[in-house]
């Protein structure tokens, strides 16, 4: 992996030390978080979660035939077996999003919140520029972009996800921490993810030393996005109004 720590890893540490010094990461995890702010997040954050990944086994597959078409078989084929492990992968947020509204729902004030509703709110900015960053980057020139997009989302589960999930666990205990299911399996999942991803971008660059600085910049930009992107949703949990009363 020479070539990717030389080439790749300095364009994208810029980006990779926002997971510690954001200043909505760190909200996140300081130990005065309100409770309730922090499971409203993650409400939030699992319903705006669905915009995010239902197109997640599509964006690898159509890497796979746009890496084909440029003649990098090997790394094309390897990203359209990936995919189909990918598939409907958005459903498991959904279902964390029902988890965690029955469970807020049992314990919170009324108005009592509706799956549907939180699904249907429209998307961010930075949720637009999400997923407009993979389109673009999948049928632009340099495709393998979108591998060093996923390796640096995959970092963010795999540095920031068992930092969260310890700080739901301390927050909220483990009655709130045992629904997220989509966070437990990209902590663990996502290891061997990034290492794929790894593997595929270091034959890339040995191929194109050149592209590796446009690589990085697309992983490092969907890293920011995606950063901006749980920054929203703490926002929003954080100007949910104070419930009038406690519940037991």
Known sequence: ????????????????????????????????????????????????????????????????????????????????????????HHLMTLEDTHALVRHWNAHQPPPALRVEDLIAQPPTDSMK???QLHDETIEGDFPVGQIAIEREV????????PRLMKQVDGVLGTEVSSLLSFMAEHVAVDVGHTLLNEKLLQEAI???PDNARIYAE??????NAYIRF???????????PTPLRSVA
């Open 230 to 240: 749980l920054g929203d949703c703490l926002r929003i949990a954080e100007n949910q």
């Open 206 to 208: 040995s191929r194109s």
């Open 218 to 223: 697309a992983g490092a930009r969907a890293l």
């Open 129 to 131: 520029s999400y997923r």
């Open 1 to 88: 992996m020479e070539l990717l720590k030389k080439l790749y890893e300095p364009h994208a540490l810029k980006a990779r030390a926002r997971l510690d010094t954001d200043p909505a990461l760190c909200r996140l995890l300081s130990p005065s978080i309100e409770p309730r702010v922090l499971e409203r997040f993650l409400i939030e954050w699992m319903a705006r979660a669905v915009y995010m990944t239902e197109p997640v086994d599509g964006w690898i597959r159509r890497t796979g035939q746009r890496c084909i078409e440029k003649g990098m078989e090997k790394i094309g084929n390897a990203l359209i077996i990936h995919a189909k492990s990918e598939t409907g």
């Open 154 to 161: 995959g970092y963010l589960a795999v540095y920031f996800g």
